[in-house]
């Protein structure tokens, strides 16, 4: 096992109408004057909106409202945040919504307390200070909830690019699953996949004897294969949604990722289509991470026999230990196709003239060298080829 | 699943050497003037009291040193321990050893800034405030580097008695798996039923639904199995150590136990043990839990049965699951027989005189109602019965 620090201050209230305590949270951590962030849509439409006014005003919480969080969220919102918190005085952020609006409200975060554009934390500078973010969670998907990262897009250039530092790492998340069940099917499907891509990044190491967190990487995935279809079925399924909302948290905050290197190339490859062609990250990541697997197995063939067996129940192989690896990762294909995701891109509008400048950000972009993943190690032919076969 | 509340701030450093940066810990959260908590024995002998002392040196950080925590730790030593941070202003304490010594440290820490008795907190005022706490680790078993209890006998009526608040759970723990690896094999395996122990309580529950949580404690079960028996058989295996550590705090932190009710019958039963006769808390409930786990598997035999198939992996028994349920039990004492542990009352010298008063203090002792258990709900008969069918 690798030396490692392990650090996750955040407090989670989880359970039924627990953002009605948003305001008492807020006043807990010290925060005056809100920046209230959030998206738009269901966040307005279902009522939760007004819901955390009324919590913020019974605790006589000022607050000034910044909505339109878009998927994949950019930095011209993250700037009007910026501005406001400034010129407002404001000393607390609170993100209502999914990962898109926590990673905005982190961005926000530590952009006002900072003389330079807030993008060179996005380009390597370490973050210095930041102030409090607090989060009313809406998906379970990205598990910025409990994450020290951010992503975010720079409009300009089409540039998706993250930070990570523990001092944006969540003061509090309240963590209603109820509030997940008026989710579209494809967006929770994409959360679904997404939570399992985190498991699946951190899964694939070149760390040997890591047997607690490769068994608990294996329980968490286990348990989006029996959760995730029940919330498909029946979208008002309180439990399932429960289970998969704690789930998508323990996947990311990096408890069971701890002492072992991780890949994440399928991110960064991932991450070209969400740049170009804006599609749900969830299900980019259904289409590309199948594909990885395929294409790197044979660097270590029996770790993805092993997660083909633990966690996709496929009858081990001991003479050919590569068919239990193969068949697992069909298993995981076919898994998210069940729950109604692509599996190609063109399924996602990908077209191919656009994807030798795809494999080449991919590679190069960011600060990258050359080469993508901590286990896979790609270069851009191999994304090149990634993509192609995904065509 | 059942609402919950999960806050774990402590800051873990993990990997080798990692105690010799314990003096910038120390000062990174706050400490200038420190108590000095440890055991005696391994810790003064193997020389790592010299290396901590040196790093507070080194930061310029003054110290008292205060050793002789016992096994079960006691009130004589937190009341001695609260004596001199009163008298020479201490403002942090640094407990150096295992659950004991922590225990006792995290008693200190609340009876200092507290003007009546530190026992009011153990039996049930909540406490209000306590110095930070920090941790170097020298054994896995308790989790108490994670974790917001701390339990104490007080000496004079033989009463063991627990308390838990935020405020006492560590500001940093080191833990470097390298310190464990002189430990003797019989306390080596008394930590891994600790371990064991922690997960099988919260295992047992009457809530419904709880799959995540389920799983990830099978998960470290499971792990619990593989990494076991190479640290009886190589004391040296850092690796092995390793995965112990981790998932010894991960049983522990409540992050796989949170939103459902946990058991803690067996711990009460155990814990009479320890007060009467001074036995290891591992090598008890090593005792002890088996037969809980026989007693009342008949409330619920599908749970009993899953942990049998899932974690000791009995062919499922689709006719009479209780087969399997049994059969997992028996594979649970055998497992821990063949760490070297104990498997009847007599080898811990216990007498069949004193079973009665046993079982009626674990069942009205610490302010209990006549019951244990918030799944197996066991009476004094229930118990008596345990404790003979052990002997």
Same mark, same amino acid.
């Given at each position: ?219 968490? =995935? ?5 959760? @995730?279809?029940? /919330?498909?079925?029946? #979208?008002? &399924? !309180? +439990?399932?949604?429960? %289970? ?56 270590? =063939? ?5 997660? @083909?067996?633990? /966690?996709?129940?496929? #009858?081990? &192989? !001991? +003479?050919?230990?590569? %068919? ?68």
């Amino acid at each position: 096992m690798d030396n490692f620090t392990f650090y996750s201050p955040t407090y989670f209230s989880f359970g039924k109408d627990t953002e009605t305590e948003v305001g008492a949270y807020v006043k807990k951590f010290g925060g005056t004057k809100v920046l209230l962030h959030y998206g738009g849509g269901s966040v307005v439409r279902s009522g939760l909106l007004d819901r955390v006014k009324e919590s913020l005003l019974k605790e006589k919480i000022a607050f000034v409202a910044l909505g339109g969080v878009k998927p994949n969220p950019r930095d011209d919102l993250v700037y009007e945040g910026i501005k406001i918190c400034k010129s407002e005085g404001i000393d607390f952020i609170l993100a209502v919504g999914g990962g898109s609006t926590i990673d905005s409200s982190k961005a926000i975060a530590a952009g006002t307390l900072y003389e330079g554009d807030f993008w060179d934390f996005y380009q390597g500078k370490p973050i210095e200070k930041a102030l409090p973010v607090g989060t009313v969670l809406t998906i379970a998907a990205a598990g910025s909830e409990g994450s020290p990262s951010s992503v975010i897009t720079k409009l300009s250039d089409n540039l998706k690019r993250g930070t990570s530092s523990d001092l944006i790492r969540p003061k509090f998340s309240l963590l209603n699953p109820a509030l997940t069940m008026t989710l579209p099917p494809y967006q929770s499907a994409s959360g679904i996949a997404d939570i399992m891509a985190h498991l699946l990044e951190r899964y694939l190491t070149k760390t040997k004897n890591v047997e607690v967190t490769d068994r608990l990487i294996e329980a968490l =995935l286990i348990t989006m294969l029996m959760e @995730g279809p029940k /919330v498909i079925e029946n #979208p008002k &399924d !309180y +439990e399932a949604r429960a %289970n998969i909302m704690w789930a998508g948290m323990m996947a990311h905050n990096n408890s069971v990722g701890v002492g072992r290197t991780q890949d994440w190339a399928s991110h960064a490859i991932e991450h070209e289509l969400s740049a170009q062609y804006d599609v749900a990250h969830g299900a980019g990541l259904a289409v590309i991470f199948p594909e990885v697997l395929n294409y790197t197995m044979d660097q270590d =063939l029996l770790r993805f026999a092993r997660l @083909g067996a633990n /966690v996709f129940g496929v #009858p081990y &192989d !001991y +003479e050919t230990p590569k %068919n239990t690896a193969l068949e697992g990762v069909k298993r995981l294909r076919n898994f998210f196709n069940s729950l109604g995701l692509p599996s190609t891109l063109s399924e996602l509008g990908v077209k191919e003239q656009d994807l030798d400048e795809m494999a080449h950000r991919a590679c190069y972009g960011n600060g990258r060298l050359g080469f993508l993943g901590g286990f896979s190690n790609l270069g851009e032919e191999d994304v090149k080829n990634i993509y192609k076969n995904l065509l």
